[in-house]
């Protein structure tokens, strides 16, 4: 390599500054915080880092809340109830983990606790129990222990006894015989029950649990609890999961992995902070600096042999050859005119071998054999797998399930000398062909089962039900080709494979890297060290087989280098100056640099070759902002003209009396709200979502943005718009204006601030009494707004929607009418209009439910519901009362049918009102709901009889003005005449199809 001594001196300064800095940092004991601030991090001896917490606003959910007990030396995982051994955070490779005491399960109550066949669930839970840290274990003599997981996976153990005297103070050891054996899990188990089978006629206690250490001694008769492991994330559909994903996509340094939980939809978000950094990714900012690793020597060399057989490439340390190999469990033999590859020691056949890289294993892709139920289905109905006891391979886990075809049966597999696992198959029809498989859908005679951690052999138990005694097929498969299992023997396998630990080879390459592995049960740990001189990277990782520890090293090249990585000096730099520099070039190790001539001109390149990318750069980004402006400009043209942006100007100008600000350009309302910021957000419904806003002119209003628009309705939308801009009453929200410009209209309405009247009725938070006064004055206000909509606006309009939370209350407690979502404005001549039955249980017309038929006297019935709420302070519809009253419209018409109004009006109102007052009011409301719309009164009549009701002076100490004395010749007016023309300057309310729904209020 060229410029090689400069390189090294780079790097050397690079070290001792990054030194530097880490003994800065622990001088000043800037060490990174686990929990939130003001949050307590241990609690005992156990650090609680967040998102676990202990105290309120120091956890994420109540998942994750902890409960520190026994004078703060016991934390407890509250949700669960389980005591926390400890907690540990993720990292590049390990997920992260809770030790935890979890409770043996006993075969029956006599032998301790309560005799459950049941552990802890965690379901609806971010946990599952660890796969690769914890075992299933059974202590108890002659029995089988089989453990429900899943609708048909099976897994468990067997335990027999060679004596009668067993202990049942359990030592620790377990090899499948006096009284004890066990068995690994599934993959992402929540939760299991477990069935006890005695065998032999032994009747005594039996014993079963998920334990993660193999040291500890317990005696099972005082010990109740084991520690077990679970795994947890944070869910990646929460918004704070969403949020560390989202975080992780930036600059910060920290990486958020997924992992899906089987048969679940759930997903899991695991963090960790990237290398040369540490501390707890789940909190902002939590990841800090760290001081950096140290790197390794380089790498050993061998020799050169032949690489290929046929298509497959042979990498060492498999070989073809005497010499070419590490030692016979690798060797090769290529057979038939050597275009077949064989796995000498073992006799299968290889088709693929993959070296490791920096997130996969080492593969070996081969042809694993088909095992018959008997001899007379194919070739000599043999039961067991194919051995790889003793070697450096095992069946892989991720890329192999076994598979099971044929008719009702159940098929065990002995993966140990005790463990079981295996599938259920059941058939539907009775003309399944089992022969020819392709899929399986666990219901038409195929099962599946997962496996269990670094398989190396296994024994299958065919066991027939409901007397089907066809032929049966049990295998292990990578894919999910077509076979004919009458025909094929094979099926396609993985293997995944390493270098033992304890050889002489093994030990060299650990000694030229920096080995630093986690030994302790089914723990895959992995570090990964660049190599200074050959580009070598290795990792170590170690695992049990059948309980005993084999320890696997397995090495890959790093980036800018190429080759295999067991071989001495395997990892070649790639010379990108021979295929991608056409000029002169230094290849400067994992890179490479073009030059044509000296290091000024070399400079001088450079120098130049980065302006003019700025350059282009910067007149990219002007074209692109140019661009976009542009497509701007015209789809504001286009969304207005579509919306109906013309028609209206064209109204607006042909009446020269109507307030021109009616139309806002989508800027000044982007502005107002923000971006339309969610923290500006009012309300939301099903079809629009109203924000709070600030006009230029330092106005608040109200804007409601639609989520979609009827284009076959615009031209009636926009007349509404235009009908309803004229209407001037003081008791009905404004419009302000609209935007055309967006993809679907923006309304701007006056901003109306002390809520609903359904707050102020039925809100238990709310502190304001609402006086009888004040609730005759409410009612008094809407009638009128109503009978204006009804008689006195220049085209009838029908609110259709009328109920305590369409009504909203100004700073003066006066009633502003709301949300005309669903509003329909008739001509002169119409007495109803036939829609799709739209509102809202509890103020819906009866009439109008049964007919579709929308009259006036509908909008009287819900306004009839609104005078009862103010007269009882209850709700339209309640589950506390009756079945026949669960509608406070009919509560309140049997009321009155049985003398009973005064047990069910508001104690406040019984304080204030008069019962002459009650009575009338009463009498007023049951006219309004009577279920016969003609013999319901008309809203002027209501009006007008609400008015003379209203005590004077006014409660609220309002002195009665001039829009008092208008409201008062309005209704004399209306008498001569309903169909009075009225014209103003002043908005009301409107919206698209033709209005917003009310739910956006």
């Given amino acids: 390599m060229h410029l090689r001594n400069l390189k090294i001196m780079s790097t050397s300064v690079f070290q001792i500054l990054l030194l530097l800095v880490s003994l800065m940092l622990q001088a000043s004991g800037a060490a990174p915080g686990l929990a939130k601030p003001n949050c307590a991090e241990t609690c005992g001896n156990v650090t609680i880092p967040f998102p676990f917490g202990i105290g309120a606003g120091c956890f994420l959910d109540e998942w994750y809340q902890i409960v520190c007990q026994q004078n703060n030396t016991v934390p407890i995982l509250k949700k669960i109830g389980l005591r926390v051994l400890n907690i540990s955070l993720p990292d590049r490779y390990v997920d992260g983990m809770i030790n935890i005491s979890l409770p043996v399960i006993y075969s029956n109550a006599s032998c301790g606790g309560d005799g459950r066949g049941a552990g802890v669930s965690l379901k609806g839970s971010q946990f599952v129990f660890s796969q690769t840290r914890n075992v299933f274990t059974l202590v108890g003599c002659n029995t089988l222990a089989t453990v429900d997981t899943t609708k048909s996976a099976v897994v468990g153990c067997r335990s027999r006894c060679s004596g009668t005297n067993t202990s049942i103070s359990w030592n620790g050891d377990c090899s499948g015989r006096d009284g004890c054996c066990q068995s690994m899990l599934p993959r992402n188990l929540q939760g299991f029950s477990v069935d006890f089978k005695e065998e032999g006629g032994h009747q005594g206690c039996k014993y079963a649990f998920l334990r993660s250490d193999f040291a500890g001694l ?44 089987d048969n679940s939809e759930m997903l899991f978000t695991q963090c960790y902070c990237t290398r040369e950094y540490d501390g707890n990714p789940y909190l902002m900012e939590g990841c800090k600096g760290a001081a950096p690793r140290p790197s390794g020597a380089a790498p050993p060399r061998s020799r050169y042999c032949a690489e290929t057989c046929g298509s497959v490439t042979i990498p060492f340390p498999f070989g073809i050859g005497a010499g070419c190999f590490l030692n016979d469990w690798y060797q090769i033999a290529c057979q038939q005119n050597n275009m077949v590859p ?91 062909t089992s022969s020819n498989y392709s899929a399986c859908s666990e219901s038409e005679g195929c099962c599946q089962s997962s496996l269990p951690f670094n398989l190396q052999g296994f024994g299958v138990d065919f066991e027939e039900e409901s007397g089907h005694e066809g032929c049966k097929y049990a295998f292990l498969r990578s894919d999910s080709g077509v076979y004919d299992l ?74 800018g280098y190429h080759g295999n990585a067991y071989l001495i000096g395997g990892c070649k730099d790639i010379d990108e100056c021979n295929s991608r520099c056409p000029v002169p070039c230094v290849d400067t190790g994992a890179s490479f640099l073009c030059v044509r001539g000296g290091k000024t001109k070399f400079i001088l390149i450079g120098v130049g070759a980065g302006l003019g990318t700025l350059l282009l750069c910067l007149a990219l980004w002007g074209l692109y902002k140019y661009i976009k402006k542009r497509k701007e400009i015209k789809l504001k043209e286009k969304n207005f003209k579509r919306n109906g942006g013309l028609l209206l100007e064209s109204e607006l100008s042909s009446e020269g009396h109507v307030e021109k600000n009616k139309l806002f350009n989508s800027k ?75 993809k679907v209209p923006l309304l701007v309405y006056e901003f109306i601030p002390n809520g609903t009247l359904y707050q102020y009725l039925h809100d238990p938070k709310e502190e304001y009494h609402v006086s009888w006064d ?69 103020y819906l017309d009866p009439e109008y439910f049964q007919s579709s038929q929308f009259t006036d006297k509908s909008d009287v019935y819900s306004f009839g519901v609104v005078l009862v709420e ?132």
């Fill in 218 to 261: 317990y005696d099972l008769i005082f010990n109740e609890t084991v520690p077990v492991v679970l795994e947890w994330g944070i869910a990646n559909n929460t918004d704070y999961g969403r949020k560390l994903i989202q975080q992780s996509k930036t600059v910060y340094p920290s990486i958020c992995r997924t992992q899906s939980v």
């Fill in 342 to 432: 064989i796995l000498k020691r073992i006799g299968l056949r290889v088709l693929n071998i993959s070296l490791p890289d920096e997130d996969v294993d080492g593969m070996i892709n081969v042809n694993l054999p088909v095992i018959y139920s008997n001899a007379s289905c194919g070739d000599d109905g043999r039961g067991a797998m194919v051995s790889l006891k003793g070697s450096p391979f095992v069946f892989s886990q991720t890329r192999n399930i076994f598979t099971v075809v044929g008719c009702n049966a159940q098929v065990t597999v002995k993966s140990t000398e005790s463990a079981v696992f295996g599938c259920r198959s059941k058939c539907v029809g009775a003309n399944f």
């Fill in 486 to 559: 009458r025909l094929s023997d094979t099926v396609p396998g993985v293997l995944e494979w390493g270098i033992a630990n304890n050889t002489d080879y093994a030990l060299d390459l650990i000694q030229q890297g920096y080995h630093n592995f986690n030994g302790s049960f089914s723990c895959t740990r992995f570090e990964s060290l660049s190599s200074e001189g050959e580009g070598s990277v290795y990792r170590y990782r170690s695992y049990s087989v059948d309980s005993g520890e084999i320890l696997f090293v397995q090495c890959h090249c790093r980036m």
């Fill in 668 to 742: 000044d309302l982007e502005k107002a709200t923000n971006n339309f910021n969610e923290d500006r957000i009012l309300g939301q419904g099903g079809q629009g979502t109203v924000y709070k806003g600030m006009l230029t002119d330092g106005k608040i209003v109200a804007i409601k943005k639609s989520k979609a628009i009827d284009e076959g309705k615009v031209e009636q939308f926009i007349n509404e718009v235009f009908i309803l801009s004229q209407i001037n009453h003081r008791n009905i929200v404004k419009l302000l204006g609209c935007c055309l410009e967006t």
């Fill in 774 to 842: 004040t609730r005759l004055q409410i009612a008094t206000e809407i009638a009128g707004a109503l009978f204006y909509l009804h008689s006195a606006a220049s085209i009838p309009i029908y609110h259709r929607d009328i109920k305590s939370t369409n009504i909203l209350l100004d700073e003066k407690y006066r009633a502003k009418v709301a949300d005309f979502g669903t509003s329909k404005s008739v001509s002169l001549d119409q007495t109803h209009v036939t829609t799709l039955v739209q509102g809202t249980f509890g």
């Fill in 870 to 1001: 103010l007269l009882t302070r209850q709700k339209p519809i309640s589950s506390l009362r009756e079945q026949e009253g669960r509608s406070l419209a009919t509560y309140f018409i049997i009321s009155m049918e049985e003398n009973q109004l005064f047990d069910i009006v508001d104690a406040q109102v019984l304080k204030e009102a008069s019962k002459e007052e009650i009575a009338s009011v009463a009498s007023l409301a049951k006219r309004c709901l009577n279920l016969n719309g003609r013999n319901r009164p008309t809203m002027k009549e209501v009006a007008m009889e609400l008015e003379g009701m209203r005590k004077l002076p006014n409660p609220l100490g309002i002195q009665e003005n001039q829009e008092d004395r208008e409201v008062a010749e309005s209704y004399a007016a209306a008498g001569k005449s309903s169909k009075s023309n009225i014209n103003a300057d002043v908005t009301t309310f409107s919206d698209v199809q033709p209005f917003l729904p009310s739910e956006a209020w």
